[in-house]
């Protein structure tokens, strides 16, 4: 079965601070990972694939197969990345999302 | 193409009455996906279709559901005897089959409110 965990709801930071938005999954085959994140006001996005090992808005998110986690790190967040994250899984022709966690961006 | 667009953007709806949402996918994009989004949790997967098979459906999908994409372009989302379990943020995405690794691309949503 598929499932991805976010143990965290909320996750509260100062600017400036390193981030880290923990992801853990369960699926038997190989799985592909994503971060989705959804601003306020505005559709659920993509934000970075882990095939792709990219990037985006200083974001990166490492694939660890023995810890079956996929952990979204920044080292400065900054007052624009607050918004809601899901760590989503994809296996069987479907997506499987985490409940997300809402990251708040203190000045 | 400006992407995936769902119809109504919200509806409010009486206990019991019937209701129905339409996503236009990105037109290259052969597959469409429906999912369900409560408050406080990530998107839930409802069916998939490919063209205009639908090929997986959760059990979350009762009965009073149905989808259909009668032309695999675009597609409706019928909820029958509507119910108060029913409110929530319906989402439709697209992507091209084959081309899961990109990820998929999301409508804004059709949030139901049953009163």
């Known amino acids: 079965a598929q499932r991805v965990t976010q143990p965290e709801k909320l996750l509260s930071v100062f600017k400036g601070a390193p981030v880290e938005l923990k992801c853990n999954y369960s699926?038997?085959?190989?799985?592909?990972l994503f971060w989705y994140v959804q601003y306020s006001r505005q559709r659920l996005q993509l934000l970075l694939r882990?095939?792709s090992r990219e990037s985006i808005k200083g974001f990166t998110a490492d694939l660890n197969k023995g810890e079956t986690s996929f952990h979204l790190k920044k080292p400065f967040a900054q007052e624009e990345d607050s918004a809601m994250y899901y760590c989503a899984l994809s296996g069987n022709n479907d997506m499987r999302f985490g409940a997300g966690t809402r990251l708040t961006v203190k000045p | 193409d400006t992407g995936v667009s769902q119809d109504p953007r919200h509806k409010i709806t009486k206990r019991g009455q019937n209701v129905t949402f339409r996503c236009d996918p990105i037109?290259?994009?052969?597959?469409l996906y429906w999912y369900r989004q409560t408050l406080g949790q990530g998107p839930e997967f409802l069916t998939y279709f490919q063209n205009e098979a639908q090929l997986e459906k959760s059990r979350l999908l009762s009965d009073r559901f149905s989808a259909e994409r009668p032309k695999g372009s675009f597609s409706t989302l019928e909820i029958q005897r509507t119910e108060q379990g029913d409110s929530a943020m319906y989402l439709c995405a697209s992507s091209l089959a084959g081309t899961a690794v990109k990820g998929y691309t999301f409508g804004s949503g059709t949030r139901l409110t049953v009163v």
């Open positions: 037109s290259e994009h052969n597959r």
């Open positions: 699926y038997s085959g190989s799985p592909e």
């Open positions: 882990h095939i």
